[in-house]
């Protein structure tokens, strides 16, 4: 399975596209789509639209994980944010991309196991997974990989129930 993790946002939106095949995950590609601060918010939508689009081309996912929104106390902020996870979510439509949604909960109780693990430990968590020489950076980047981590993990539990045997656990189905 091609898994695109998205971290979500207007100034920065981390993406990283992995292949997940039988317990084994191979990285395929990371980073951030980026938009200048004095931009107009409607250009930056419109750069997001436009590169989303290009990688969902070139990656050719099957399948799209997203974090969910929260709101914390910046209230401008929040609403930006889900204008940018609005064209983000456009463009798999448009791209025939299945979405699936996660919290920041969900994230790092499958990536590290620990509900209220740290970030860095959430980080150091998929940099091992994955074998990385080191953390990705920005953050974004690093929590879009640990968002197709927790897919790869949580699509397999949804689609086979709680209680894989053995055998599924080991990638033979």
Do not use: W
């Amino acid at each position: 399975m091609r898994i695109l993790g998205i971290d979500p946002g207007y100034a920065i939106v981390g993406f990283g596209a992995l292949d997940y095949t039988r317990n084994t995950f191979t990285t395929l590609q990371y980073g951030a789509i980026t938009t200048k601060a004095h931009t107009t918010f409607e250009d930056r939508l419109s750069e997001i639209y436009d590169d989303m689009t290009q990688l969902l081309a070139a990656v050719k996912p099957d399948a799209m994980a997203i974090e969910t929104l929260f709101y914390t106390t910046n209230q401008k902020t929040v609403i930006a944010v889900a204008e940018a996870r609005g064209v983000l979510l456009l463009c798999a439509r448009q791209a025939g991309v299945p979405v699936f949604e996660y919290t920041p909960l969900q994230v790092k109780q499958s990536v590290s196991g620990y509900g209220k693990a740290t970030k860095k430990q959430v980080q150091e968590m998929t940099r091992t997974l994955l074998k990385l020489p080191a953390v990705p950076k920005p953050d974004d980047t690093a929590d879009a990989l640990a968002m197709a981590i927790c897919h790869a993990y949580s699509y397999r539990s949804k689609q086979y129930g709680v209680a894989l045997t053995k055998r599924q656990q080991m990638g033979y189905f």
